[in-house]
């Protein structure tokens, strides 16, 4: 079974599980879209799918074991995200991040991401200190086990449980659309960045624990900025 089929047959069986029951046969083919758009994501930021590469409706049915008319879907979908080119007569392929684009997004995440440390600093309850402060502990254990495959999940996690504290219903809608395209730029430069991040991360966190609102902020905004320059730079 190829990485793509073993990931779209996990999502599949959330998907069975969720939906079976509570939705008529007739609309299952939107969940199974969701399912293949969320594989074809996954190969494609774990590298399985590199930037440029030609992606082949009928190749990605044969090994998700599905029709085109769902994969056609998730790739306009993923069209729409950033992660697929569709071009005209030539298919789709998989999209490049190029020095501006990347530049871009690091500019709006370090606002966003210093306002929800800002934020949070105020806001967070015990319980989501708590979250954040467990999955600190649990990024520097992955870091000194070498795992750092497991990294872009869990810095999804650690941004997705900071804005949670944040308590800012369109700030965490904002930084959601961004979320995957962030989580493919990090992975990137997980093995440079690995050490360094979650030393920021942890800082981060103590700042919020402490309540310091400004320093929370200037903390996030120098973690965004740091790995704005090891992504341009390296």
């Known amino acids: 079974m190829t990485r793509l089929n073993a990931t779209f047959t996990q999502g599949k069986q959330r998907m069975v599980d969720a939906h079976a029951r509570a939705r008529p046969i007739g609309q299952i083919h939107q969940p199974l879209r969701e399912a293949v758009q969320d594989a074809i994501r996954a190969a494609i930021v774990d590298g399985r799918y590199p930037q440029g590469e030609r992606l082949l409706e009928d190749q990605l049915a044969h090994e998700l ?77 992955l870091v000194d086990a070498g795992r750092l495959g497991e990294l872009p999940e869990l810095n999804t996690r650690f941004h997705a449980a900071l804005q949670a504290a944040a308590a800012n219903g369109m700030l965490t809608d904002v930084l959601g659309r961004l979320g995957p395209i962030v989580t493919w730029v990090y992975a990137h430069r997980i093995a440079e960045r690995s050490t360094y991040s979650w030393t920021e991360h942890a800082a981060i966190v103590e700042a919020i624990a402490a309540g310091d609102a400004d320093l929370a902020h200037r903390r996030a905004c120098t973690h965004i900025a740091a790995a704005r320059a090891a992504y341009l730079t390296g």
Not at 68 to 88: C, K, S, W, Y
Not at 93 to 107: D, I, K, M, T, W
Not at 117 to 127: C, F, I, Q, V
Request: glycine share 6%; aromatic share 2%.
């Open 65 to 141: 074991d599905v029709s085109r008319n769902p994969v056609r879907e998730a790739l306009q979908a993923l069209a729409t995200e950033g992660f697929v080119v569709i071009e005209p007569r030539r298919g789709a392929r998989v999209a490049s991040v190029s020095p501006e684009r990347a530049g871009e997004l690091f500019e709006v995440r370090e606002v966003l991401e210093g306002l929800a440390a800002r934020l949070a600093a105020s806001r967070r309850t015990p319980e989501q200190l708590a979250v954040l402060e467990d999955i600190v502990a649990e990024g520097s254990r």
